[in-house]
């Protein structure tokens, strides 16, 4: 190849470097895909635990161990379309942020927090309530295990939210253009509803 | 046109900072220069090196006579246990971390890592995780299940220590997700619009395969972490039998990660020499594409044959069956690796300076580790030798001869670069005979003490091991000595060595084309590909250049090749 004339502009670094001078902003589209990139990792988590209960379940000849009491299935029913309806509205959120809307953006993340607060609390008195402790057989630890770590992340979730609507409160902090917390809070809130979606299934229904 | 000039017309800031600017502060600090944490990595997990490496020179002493007259066996388990995992999870994986972040965004044009914070924030899990195990042997009770930790042994053995460990290698699990997170975005979004996939060097390609093996494969090991945790602590029986539980289903959990982390070890190092090779051979790399792409297919296998560690599990014959076949495969991509090696090498006008050496070195010593894993794929053999000296053997020369050898070309390979000091040649050599005589010595009989049924975890033996023993234990009183001339020539070429040029290799890649060491951003300008990074001795072939008009360059640029006639002379 020919050596060629260089234009230090058409490297993206040197343009971008140029472009940015008085606005520090990092790169938004390599922070949503870093998101994207940790939530395989966060995923690969639950996949091992899935995994390990479908393992459990599968060299246990009854399951679940005979003598454990039935689980009962209205409150979590009620918390789950509870978290499957917060993540609509947790996409409202970011629609009106993308509207410049930062009143209405808001209000649908107060709200997406306080349904994420009432499922927790839903959790807390289903525990309570139930007739099995940690230790009392294999699918108890494991149920306790395995909805306690996606309440967790529920509530590592809505701490998210909180931590959005915390700095929404300077005028312009998030825009049409830059919303980067808005869209993590979010992609990690659906996140968190599929992983339950299937928690329900395998401890609940199957 | 002068590079003010340049920069004016490109509307880019006059900002020209001082080569070599960070201080010897900077890398005791909480720094985001991936330069900076790629050197704290380094140097943080090569004392750890030392560390391990004197775990194990008690364990071999311990080993010198067939009885327990050195430590008690409590002991000597515990040291073992250490010994392995923190060569494995505080040596050769972060090694292999410290040489990506410093060299990927110098590689691919970029001015750091994508989140330099996240990077400092994964480097800085380390020395805490390697200070709590380095604890736990102080106050007498650490881990003493090995360094698989198999439940039930490690529910009621050191259960202090167990509890560290746990905690230890969730903490070093979390800090190589977060690297590895910053490796892909930034090798994925960050290159310069100049280079495509394809022009991307080779160690890249390498760290690509490896930050997704990591993040497909560490979470589940951590998963089965917090199971056993709750077994530990808690008093579940996941894994405990006595309770209903299934330990062969952490050992499904453990082998998960931990079969695809000997693949997250030697990855980076494959990466590695094949940039060493075609630079010292002064030849094209043989085969850029399928160097490339098989390090994407051992990842895809490695993910898919963790059940040949458990071929004395109990697991169904058919199970058995496809790990055996699978694991097989994996020789095919790494037999591409090596052919592609010495096919690179062959013609070439080789250069015997200390990174080729141990290059070469590697080479030779993996494919010995790795015919061995073939021989060990085969269900009935492994059957025969499980448990044996004969799998220790194996698996020393792929860390060891592999990995290891590959950890050293590298640092000499890029010393240059990093320190803007050349090493001392001469101690480079005495460094590499003695680690290729001590690690030969200390491994190669191991093979037969496994096929002579010589279990391994054992404190105590049957005297007719002896000798060979013995052979083993000086020989790794060998490789103890072989780290002093490095340490020593290490530190003194570091503050007193000869001045390195920036391009000391005549290298075509893109970290070679800026200051040594690089300055705070790594690039005045950026330069801009015009040809492929392993172009050596085509002719005519102009290098990388850089826009920028530092008459340092032109001096690198100007000088030919040092063999480029009789490069072009034995291309075909």
């Known amino acids: ?206 | 046109m002068t590079q003010a000039q340049l920069q004016e017309t490109a509307n880019i800031p006059v900002h020209i900072p001082e080569p070599g600017v960070r201080k010897w502060q900077d890398y005791f600090s909480f720094n985001t220069d991936h330069k900076v944490i790629g050197l704290q990595y380094l140097v943080t997990s090569f004392i750890f090196y030392c560390i391990g490496g004197v775990l194990a020179d008690l364990v071999r002493t311990e080993l010198r006579t067939p009885e327990v007259d050195f430590v008690s066996p409590e002991l000597y388990n515990s040291l073992f246990t250490l010994h392995a995992t923190i060569m494995i999870f505080l040596w050769i994986v972060p090694a292999g971390a410290g040489f990506a972040n410093y060299l990927i965004p110098l590689m691919i044009g970029a001015r750091d890592m994508a989140f330099p914070r996240l990077n400092a924030v994964a480097f800085w899990m380390i020395p805490p995780a390697g200070l709590l195990l380095v604890a736990s042997l102080v106050i007498g009770d650490a881990a003493e299940a090995g360094w698989t930790s198999y439940p039930p042994l490690s529910l009621v053995t050191g259960q202090v220590g167990e509890g560290i460990w746990i905690m230890s290698v969730l903490l070093l699990g979390t800090s190589s997700i977060l690297g590895a997170i910053n490796f892909l975005v930034t090798l994925l979004k960050m290159r310069i619009p100049s280079m495509g996939f394809h022009q991307m060097p080779l160690f890249c390609w390498a760290m690509l395969a490896t930050s997704a093996l990591v993040l497909l494969s560490t979470p589940v090991l951590a998963a089965g972490l917090i199971l056993l945790a709750f077994d530990l602590l808690a008093g579940t029986t996941f894994f405990n039998p006595t309770g209903g539980g299934d330990p062969v289903v952490y050992q499904h959990m453990f082998w998960f990660y931990s079969h695809p982390a000997v693949y997250i070890m030697i990855l980076p190092f494959f990466g590695a020499i094949s940039e060493i090779i075609p630079i010292h051979s002064r030849k094209p790399i043989f085969g850029y594409k399928a160097i490339a792409y098989s390090s994407l297919a051992i990842s895809f296998l490695g993910l898919i044959v963790w059940a040949h560690h458990m071929f004395t599990s109990g697991i169904p014959g058919w199970l058995r069956m496809f790990f055996m076949i699978t694991t097989m495969i994996i020789a095919v991509p790494t037999g591409i690796k090596i052919f592609s090696w010495l096919a690179t090498m062959w013609g070439g006008k080789i250069q015997f300076n200390s990174p080729m050496l141990f290059a070469m070195g590697f080479v030779g010593t993996f494919v010995i580790g790795g015919i061995s894993g073939v021989m060990l794929a085969a269900v009935p053999f492994d059957i025969h030798v499980h448990d044996t000296y004969f799998v220790v053997a194996h698996l020393h020369y792929v860390l060891f001869g592999g990995s290891v050898l590959g950890i050293f070309a590298a640092i000499y390979h890029w010393f240059p670069k990093m320190t803007g000091r050349m090493f001392n040649e001469t101690w480079g050599k005495v460094h590499f005979a003695l680690t290729i005589v001590g690690l030969n010595m200390t491994f190669l009989p191991m093979h037969k003490l496994g096929l002579m049924g010589m279990n391994r975890r054992i404190a105590q033996y049957d005297p007719k091991f002896t000798l060979l023993n013995e052979i083993c234990t000086y020989g790794s009183y060998i490789l103890a000595v072989s780290t002093f001339p490095f340490i020593i020539n290490a530190i003194w070429s570091w503050l007193y060595g000869e001045k390195a040029s920036n391009n000391p290799w005549k290298a075509l890649t893109l970290e070679w084309m800026t200051t040594s060491p690089p300055e705070i951003e790594n690039f005045e300008t950026l330069p801009i590909l015009t040809t492929g990074p392993y172009d050596y001795g085509v002719k005519h072939a102009p290098a990388n250049v850089s826009p920028s008009e530092n008459p340092v360059f032109r001096a690198d640029l100007d000088e030919p090749y040092p063999s480029i006639e009789s490069d072009i002379e034995t291309r075909i």
């Open chain 1, 1 to 206: 190849m020919q050596s060629q004339t260089i234009d230090p502009a058409q490297t993206e670094l040197n343009h971008h470097h140029a472009a940015v001078e008085g606005h520090h902003e990092e790169h938004p589209d390599h922070r949503l895909f870093g998101i994207f990139v940790f939530l395989i990792a966060e995923g690969m988590i639950f996949m091992g635990l899935f995994g390990a209960y479908l393992a459990f379940r599968s060299t246990l000849p009854v399951w679940p161990p005979a003598g454990t009491p039935d689980l009962e299935l209205l409150l979590p029913g009620v918390n789950t379309v509870n978290l499957i309806a917060s993540s609509f509205v947790m996409h409202n959120a970011d629609t009106a942020i993308k509207k410049n809307d930062t009143k209405g953006m808001r209000t649908w993340l107060a709200i997406t927090a306080a349904m994420g607060a009432i499922f927790l609390v839903g959790q807390v008195y289903e525990y309570t309530h139930l007739e099995f402790g940690l230790t009392t057989n294999l699918f108890a630890s494991a149920f306790y295990v395995l909805t306690g770590f996606h309440g967790l992340h529920v509530t590592i979730g809505v701490l998210a939210i909180v931590a959005v609507l915390w700095r929404s409160r300077t005028p312009g902090h998030y825009s049409n253009e830059k919303h980067f917390g808005v869209e993590a809070a979010e992609i990690y809130w659906h996140f968190v509803d599929v992983i339950w979606i299937i928690l329900f299934g395998l401890l609940y229904l199957l």
